[in-house]
C-alpha cells in the first residue's frame, strides 16, 4: 500500500454533451496504482480518455464516480499537487515571453520564489538542451522546443512525481532519444512518472510497467515485456494447392489465410508448422519454401485494440 504514487478505484467520467445530446462515457471503471519510482505508460489511440485520466488525478476535473489519490490524498484535495509536476498536452506558453521569462512566470504562480527559480533555470534549461535558446522569445522555438520548455517547466517544483502528457509529441527522433534519456535519468534520481502516449514504440522503450486503454476502458496491466504476447506467424508456398487441401488446411487451423499457392497462419506454438507440413505432405502437396513472418508489436497492439472495440 506504502509504496503506491498513484491510486485509481474504479474511476468513472462521462461528460455532458450539452442540450439533447448523450453524455460522453470517457472513462469506465478504471481501477489502477502505479508504484513510487516506477514510470508508468498509459497507452490508447486518440479519445481513448488518457488526458482525462490525468486531469481527474490533479484534481481539474471530477469523477462521476469512483475515486483517484496522489500519496493518499484525493484529486480534490491541494495537497495532491504540492509533489507534482505537470507537462499538458497541447500546452501554449506565451509567444512574446522568452522561454526563460516563461520559467519565471510560470515558477511564481506556482509560488517559488524568484531567487528559487534563479537557481534552478540554468541546470533545467541545461538537462532539456535549451541552454542557448532561454533568451529567445518562444514564437521562434519549434515544436519540439517547446516541449522541451514544458518539460523543464513541469520540474521546476522538483516534483516526485510527475505526469507527461504526450510528452514527445512533435519532437523528432533525436529529440525523443533525448527526452528518454530524461526521464531514465529522472528515475534514476527517485522519481514517479505518469507517461501518456498513442504511441507503443515510446512506452516500449521507457516504461516499467504500461495500461492499455481503449474507448475509456482498460484492456491490460502489466510489465512492458509480455503484455503484447505476439504469436508465431508462418507463410508456407506450396508448389500448387488444390482446393480440397486448401478447406482441409482452413479447416484445421483456422486462422490460415490461402492466397493461390500461398498459405500464412498464425500459431499458437511455432511446432504447430510441423502439423500443417505433415498434412500438406499426406496429401501430396510439394512445399517450395517456409519461414517465419515477422509480426511487429504494433500490429498485436493494432489487433488488442481493434479486438477490444467488439464486445462493448
Ligand atoms: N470537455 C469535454 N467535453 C466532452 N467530451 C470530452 C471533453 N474532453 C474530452 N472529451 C471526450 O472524452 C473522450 C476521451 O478524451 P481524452 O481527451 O481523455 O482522450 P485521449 O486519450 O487523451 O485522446 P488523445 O490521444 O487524442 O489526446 C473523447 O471521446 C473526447 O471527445
Ligand atoms: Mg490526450
Known sequence: MNDAAIQVDHLTKRYSAGFRRPPVQALTDISLDVKKNEIFGLLGPNGAGKTTLIKILLGSLLPTSGAASI??????????????????ENHRFPPYLTGRQMLFCFGGMAGLSSTVIRGKADALFDLVGLHQWQNTKIRKYSKGMMQRLGLAQALLNDPQLIFLDEPTDGVDPVGRHEIRTILLNLKKEGKTIFLNSHLLAE?????????????????????????????????????EMPPVVGEETTT????????????????????QVNEIIDLL????????????????????????????????
Open 252 to 271: 484445421a487451423f483456422p486462422t490460415a489465410k490461402i492466397e493461390g499457392t500461398v498459405i500464412t497462419v498464425t500459431l499458437e506454438t511455432p511446432g
Open 203 to 239: 512506452v516500449e522503450a521507457v516504461c516499467d510497467r504500461v495500461a492499455i486503454l481503449n474507448k475509456g476502458r482498460l484492456v491490460k496491466v502489466g510489465p512492458v515485456s509480455g503484455l503484447l504476447d505476439v504469436k508465431p506467424a508462418y507463410r508456407l508456398e506450396t508448389a
Open 71 to 88: 500519496n493518499g490524498f484525493g484529486g480534490a484535495d491541494w495537497r495532491s499537487r504540492l509533489s507534482a509536476g505537470y507537462l499538458p
Open 281 to 312: 505432405r499426406r496429401r501430396g502437396v510439394d512445399l517450395v519454401s517456409v519461414a517465419p513472418v515477422k509480426v511487429s508489436l504494433e500490429e498485436s497492439f493494432l489487433e488488442l485494440i481493434q479486438g477490444d472495440g467488439s464486445h462493448e
